[in-house]
């Protein structure tokens, strides 16, 4: 079939399917047209806080002028490949919340396990302790690091009365390691509750079966919970490295590691004020979540172990 051929065809069935749910027949048409009004409001936020915008930053990434989005220009997108700022830019912000995210999906594992599998003490209090740094702003998370691992920090002060050591020395809370330790807090919640709705479904039965098999607690979680809860770490990974992608708080007030999010922020501070580029870095930015979200979900699939 030729492109002509195919694109007939797409206008066809959209045309089809209007007709159907402006005038249905059928009870199936009936439920599709009431589908697409419940979709109705989304699409009409979608428009106005996703698409127009985006037609914008596509506008001013190509502007001669981008104050006024004026004329015509490749300046924007030619700097993005030409000055090696950029690309190191892009590297620290890939391997950085990569490895965030590592860490934090593996601490939601564990903790969604110990929640789901164990008869806690205080299981609420656990929970909210948790859960509660989803509420918090980045600015705020960055206030909690300094205040334990600055200079004047509580975790900083006892270490160094402990070991002798100058709390200046100590200090970590502007180090790259401060930022992570952020960035982890964060994340972790976010995990753990995408986790602990994989592990409800997960079949009790099939970690019996293997118990009494005489399999240890370390064999059923291998062989038996893992394969199970792999499409929810799926699922957990790809929202934590897109929310760890787009935080800014913590890393504005903190910077000592340059992330994309910083790098746009300095793009349309004064002094340098580029919002061209910074249009064309917010492109890229949307281009890769999207399509790492798309590659991401072709691992979230429920594979069940049956006895």
């Known amino acids: 079939m030729s492109i002509r051929e195919s694109t007939a065809a797409s206008v066809r069935r959209v045309a089809i399917f209007a007709s159907t749910t402006a005038r249905p027949t059928t009870e199936r048409e009936r439920e599709r047209r009431r589908i697409a009004i419940m979709c109705l409001p989304f699409f009409a ?4 806080a996703g698409f127009v915008p985006l037609a914008m930053l596509v506008r001013m990434s190509v502007a001669a002028d981008a104050i006024w989005i004026e004329g015509w220009s490749l300046d924007a997108w030619r700097t993005l490949l030409t000055e090696p700022t950029y690309r190191r830019v892009a590297w ?22 110990a929640l ?75 995990a753990t509750m995408v986790l602990r709705g994989t592990y409800a479904e997960v079949n009790t039965q099939a970690e019996e079966a293997a118990r009494s098999l005489g399999a240890s607690r370390w064999e059923t979680f291998y062989h038996v919970t893992l394969p199970e809860i792999r499409p929810g770490i799926a ?54 979540i999207v399509a790492f979200t798309f590659v991401g979900l072709r691992f979230v699939r429920t594979d069940t172990v049956t006895l």
């Open 92 to 113: 620290n912000t890939v391997w950085f919340v990569g490895l965030a995210t590592v860490v934090s999906v593996v601490l939601g594992v564990a903790v969604a396990h």
């Open 116 to 190: 789901e599998k164990y008869d806690l003490p205080f299981e609420r209090v656990v929970v909210a302790a948790v859960s509660f740094p989803i509420a918090l702003p980045g600015i705020i998370v960055a206030i909690l690091v300094i205040a334990m691992l600055g200079r004047q920090g509580l975790v900083t002060n006892a270490i160094a009365a402990v070991t002798g050591t100058s709390a200046i020395d100590l200090a970590s809370a502007t180090a790259i390691t401060g930022l992570f330790l952020g960035y982890v807090y964060s994340l972790v919640p976010r």
């Open 235 to 288: 699922a957990a990974t790809i929202l934590t490295f897109r929310s760890g992608l787009a935080i800014f708080g913590t890393v504005l007030l903190l910077q000592s590691h340059y992330v994309v999010t910083l790098q746009i922020q300095r793009e349309i501070s004064v002094g340098t004020y580029r919002p061209d580029v910074a249009a064309a870095i917010g492109l890229v930015y949307v281009v890769f």
């Open 45 to 48: 936020l979608a428009t106005v």
